[in-house]
Nanobody
Framework: QLVESGGGLVQAGGSLRLSCAAS????????MGWQRQPPGKQRELVAAATSGGSANYADSVKGRFTISRDNAKNTVYLQMHSLKPEDTAVYFC???????????WGQGTQVTVSS
C-alpha cells in the first residue's frame, strides 16, 4: 500500500514536500516516480529514479523539484520549490519492487498553487 501526503494550497513561489509511504509487502524499492495530472489534462511524468541511479525530471520542473527516498522509513519524497500556478495538479507516486511486476500507485494528492 502507498499512502501519499503533503499536498495542499500554496502561493506561487512557495514550497511543498510530498511524501509517499510504502507499507506491507512493498519493500526493497528498485524504482520510484511521481506523475501529475493537471485539471483537464493527461497525466504526465514529473520525476523518476532507480535505486542507485540518477533521477530524471520533466523539463518544466528541472531545478525546482527533487525526488528522494528514505530507506529506513520506506518513503519516497518529492520536494517542490518555486512553485508556479501551472504546477497545480493531482500528484501520484509510484514505486516498483521488481521489473517483472506492475508498479504500485498512490491514491493521489492535490497540489494547488495560487497566483
Amino acid at each position: 500500500q502507498l499512502v501519499e501526503s503533503g499536498g495542499g494550497l500554496v502561493q506561487a513561489g512557495g514550497s511543498l514536500r510530498l511524501s509517499c509511504a510504502a507499507s506491507g509487502s512493498i519493500v526493497n524499492i528498485i524504482a520510484m516516480g511521481w506523475q501529475r495530472q493537471p485539471p483537464g489534462k493527461q497525466r504526465e511524468l514529473v520525476a523518476a529514479a532507480t535505486s542507485g541511479g540518477s533521477a530524471n525530471y520533466a523539463d518544466s520542473v528541472k531545478g525546482r523539484f527533487t525526488i528522494s527516498r528514505d530507506n529506513a522509513k520506506n518513503t519516497v519524497y518529492l520536494q517542490m520549490h518555486s512553485l508556479k500556478p501551472e504546477d497545480t495538479a493531482v500528484y501520484f507516486c509510484n514505486v516498483r519492487r521488481s521489473w517483472s511486476e506492475d508498479p504500485f500507485w498512490g491514491q493521489g494528492t492535490q497540489v494547488t498553487v495560487s497566483s
